[in-house]
């Protein structure tokens, strides 16, 4: 394993959080805490928010995505948003698949894999969530769907468009719930979709793909997770809402 071949990111997931003035304030407080990360630092904040969040992060080390993106250029899709227009705003990454979007809005794992590939041809930065529920892990079947998700989520993706593939491993169980996986349980999820992603492309390839952890990390068991040498950083939702602890998260990453 060599993490040194692959960039660590830490992305904030602000899910349905902060007003676009809320938004300005916060990326303010956070930009002088982040300002000498030694990793990628991501903000994904909902839609209404991203003018803003483009505005503030300006001249900063801090790149803005979104939470989600639709998969057709145009037309008659109430609600959705392409990836034109994520471009023209200045957004460079889009998380696709996150488990609060597989259970209450109806993602599936071909709709996953055709956001992903409508982000990656725009030439945006994917962040593409994958995660076992707890029925699921008992069941033992976490490795086989953790391989299942990430080749589904990959299918027609191109070997050169890797280099913009970011995975997140976020086990439905830990997400919001206080509940983090272990580092051990971190790493070897992480190391499953590794694996998957060298099933589909070659070991040598998939040593370069960045592979987050997501799932109650905070600023207290960050440093234990980011040390484990398959978890390439993380996504950060409730402690992305909070500067301090954001900054601390960003630290331990940049070791
Ligand atoms: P959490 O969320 O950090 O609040 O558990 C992580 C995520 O949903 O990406």
New binding site residues.
């Given amino acids: 394993m060599k993490k040194e071949l692959r960039k660590a990111v830490i992305a904030g997931?602000w899910?349905m959080n902060n007003t676009p003035a809320q938004t300005t304030a916060l990326i303010n407080e956070m930009k002088p805490l982040v300002a000498d990360a030694d990793c990628e630092v991501v903000l994904c904040v909902p839609y209404i928010d991203i003018p803003a969040a483009v505005e503030a992060a300006k001249g900063s080390n801090i790149k803005i995505g979104a939470e989600n993106v639709h998969f057709k250029a145009s037309g008659a899709y109430t609600g959705e948003v392409s990836t034109d227009m994520l471009k023209e705003a200045g957004v460079e990454y889009v998380?696709i698949g996150?488990?609060?979007r597989r259970t209450y809005f109806g993602e599936t794992d071909q709709t996953v894999n055709l956001r992903s590939l409508a982000a990656l041809n725009a030439g945006l930065k994917a962040i593409i969530?994958v995660g076992e529920t707890l029925e699921q892990r008992e069941l033992g079947y976490t490795e086989t769907l953790l391989k299942f998700q990430t080749k589904m989520a990959l299918t027609n993706v191109k070997p050169e468009q890797l280099k913009n593939v970011i995975i997140?491993y976020?086990p439905v169980w830990?997400?919001?719930?206080g509940v983090t996986a272990t580092a051990d349980q971190a790493d070897e999820g992480n190391g499953f979709v590794r694996e998957a992603i060298a099933e589909a492309y070659g070991a040598e390839l998939a040593e370069t793909v960045t592979v987050q952890y997501?799932?109650?990390?905070?600023a207290k068991n960050a440093d234990e997770l980011v040390a484990k040498v398959n978890v390439d950083g993380g996504?950060?939702?409730?402690?992305?809402l909070k500067a301090q602890d954001f900054s601390v998260i960003v630290k331990a990453a940049s070791k």
């Fill in positions: 997931n899910k998380v996150h488990s609060e969530c997140a976020e830990a997400i919001g719930t997501g799932g109650s990390m905070n996504l950060i939702g409730g402690a992305s």
